[in-house]
């Protein structure tokens, strides 16, 4: 094949790339003398009408798209010679090689060119996705994307290429669908047939991912059908945020358009504009434990101003387990109703007394925060009583309701009311200082309010 002109124009230089029934090849364009991509469709055995529809439809979006970033179109026409019949598309030829071909020469990419490459790519895509109809690439990975070489801090010029899985909505419409896509890159929608603009963005997350692990995602471990990277590589918390976003299965939760996933990826990070450097107060006996993958604070006893970490859940679930324990255990010591009920009613007033005064004083509670949960423990005389609920950080935020006074209703008097400190985590709330909170030094709450969103990248919502 190499040497072969066609359309009396395009002279075969070398081949690029076969598969069923596709054959792509660079040329010369002997008018022009410039480098040109051929791609062939050829109807061989193993042909399918479903592939020259996805073969015209690229050459139809290619024909209609202009922009720096993308192959330009330049011809096509049909393909009647004695070695193959079929169609071919001639479009732009972009000196660059893919990223599939450098991460297979063992480059690896930082996470400031990572960045740069994501937005890049969706800067494309918000091109793509507004016109009219929008156009849905439907096959965004390493292989599909071209990378320039290196230009000063620059990571250098990123291509789309590989219209060849393209839809627009008016295909959709026209019930025109076909699924397409690479396995590791396609969400959850696009194998029932349906893609969507943000199905690119969970493509271009896959693709951000097996850049900074090395390993292609079908290979990374699942969970609930997510992608579990972080502990694969350490990343900072705004950039895994970011990339956990856009590759949720949910369409509900991912980010709904690529000017959203950009706008987060330009969101400065909090280490930047931080003006506090808080520590802890000195003779604070709060313990505090961090690294990238998790968060521990242990709170020593909390005396008897205040009897539990309150949660949305209300009351510990101690005392309620103990009543239950005492009342089956009078139904069989204690035959008699009525002796029953005595029993149980002094039982119950002396855990209650025991509870609000002798727990508070022996009581430790631990909450631990990583990335997919936050685990709250009561640790008392040994025993661990446990309640862990799904947080994953996207629903996590941090309110701090500053000193203030309040005017009491029965005296009218003005009292001073102390700080609060509140980490929700979608519907459960965690009152880590304030009123049934378990701080209540000013200086610890606010140490512990920076710590808290340091860790967590976010920033503490002030009222």
Partial sequence: MIGQIFSDRYEVQQLLGKKAGRITLLAR????????????????????????????????????????LIPRYLDYFEVNSPTIKGFAL??????????????????????AEIKQIAKALLEILIYLHGLHPPVIHRDIKPSNILLGDRSGNSVGEV???DFGSVQTVLATETGTRTVVGTYGYMPPEQFGERAVAASDLYSLGATLIYLLTGTHPADLPQKDFRIQFEQVVNLRPSLTRTLKSMTEPSLERRFSSASAALEALDEPQIESVRTLNVIQPAGSKIQLKKNRNSLEIVFPPVGLNSSTLCTSEGVDPLFFSFITLIWTINLFLYPSKRLNLLLFFLYSILFLMISRFLFPLLKRIRLRLDQQQITFKNELLGFKFNRTYPSPRQDVHLVYISKR??????????????????LWAGVHKYQLAGANGVINSEPEIEWLAQELSDWLDIPITRE
């Fill in 90 to 111: 001639v479009q732009t030829y972009i000196p660059a090689q893919t990223l599939e071909q450098y991460l297979q020469t063992g480059r690896t990419f930082t996470e």
């Fill in 29 to 68: 364009d002997l008018k022009t003398q410039e480098l040109v991509i051929i791609k062939l469709l050829s109807f061989g055995g193993d042909f399918e009408w479903d592939s020259l529809k996805l073969f015209e439809r690229e050459a139809k979006t290619l024909k209609n798209l202009a922009h720096p």
């Fill in 405 to 422: 006074f309040e005017r009491e209703s029965k005296t009218g008097n003005e009292v001073n009311v102390m700080p609060q400190l509140i």
């Fill in 159 to 161: 291509y789309l290429i």
